[in-house]
């Protein structure tokens, strides 16, 4: 389906009902170019088992870290993006009816999307898969970068870092992004823990304060998905972080 350009308070979808951790196979043979993969990070291996050998897929998951070693061992896979976005938004019903299922999301905050690829290879389409994907999303209002392997692979941490720092907070507190307090001693906890995990990966204190700024700035009126599931009695995805 063509992408819509979003308007600026909410949108309104209406697709099949399904249980939101339950996913059915697709057909043998891809129907799509890029496949766009964004759930909770504890369901992203299973929806990856469903989609049809060689997919090439975009994903777009909180906690992409613990899973991008998994990931790139993956031989079912074509080609394999991924990204980050600190667009905030919150779901305002879901209700099914009869045979379809409408829900209503409006946007709580603009950020930037980043998408790069991951073990890419001279002549396997990777580029044009990415010009196609960038110039959809900017198409639709969503502002988006292509960035290199190094590039988006330093987006995921420090993704996951702001993450760390805004989320459980806001989420035990029960208050939104603009109150999230930082925490400089959370900060270098966090930084120790990416330093011995990925040391190719610099990311300064400097810089993961000023991105913690930057998105509780750009999101502060948003609820986020921590605080969300919290509500609404969901598994939360902190084992993930």
């Known amino acids: ?70 990931l790139r061992r993956c031989e079912r896979l074509g080609n394999l993006y991924v990204g980050t976005t600190s667009i905030g938004a919150r779901k305002l019903s879901d209700v099914k009816e009869g045979t379809v299922r409408k829900v209503t999301v409006a946007m709580n905050g603009r950020g930037k999307t980043v998408i790069g690829q991951l073990g890419g290879r001279p002549g396997d389409g990777g580029d044009e898969d990415l010009a196609f994907v960038s110039r959809a999303l900017n198409d639709a209002g969503f502002e988006t970068d292509v960035v290199d392997e190094d590039e988006v692979t330093k987006a995921v941490w420090v993704k996951m870092l702001v993450n760390c720092l805004v989320n459980p907070g806001c989420a035990v507190r029960g208050v939104t992004n603009g109150e999230a307090v930082l925490d400089p001693k959370l900060v270098e906890e966090c930084l120790q823990v990416q330093r011995a995990v990925d040391p190719s990966v610099e990311i300064s204190f400097e810089e993961a304060s000023s991105h913690f700024r930057a998105v509780v700035a750009a999101t502060s009126g948003n609820r986020n998905s921590m605080l969300q599931d919290l509500e609404a009695g969901r598994r939360t995805e902190i084992d993930f972080l």
């Open 1 to 70: 389906n063509p992408l819509l350009r979003p308007p600026s308070t909410s949108l309104s979808i209406t697709v099949p009902p399904s249980s939101p951790s339950t996913f059915t196979a697709l057909p043998s043979s891809p129907s799509s170019d890029v496949t766009l993969l964004s759930t909770k990070s504890y369901e992203a291996l299973d929806a990856l088992n469903s989609l049809p050998q060689r997919s090439n897929v975009l994903m777009l998951c909180n906690g992409l870290v613990p899973l991008i070693s998994e």
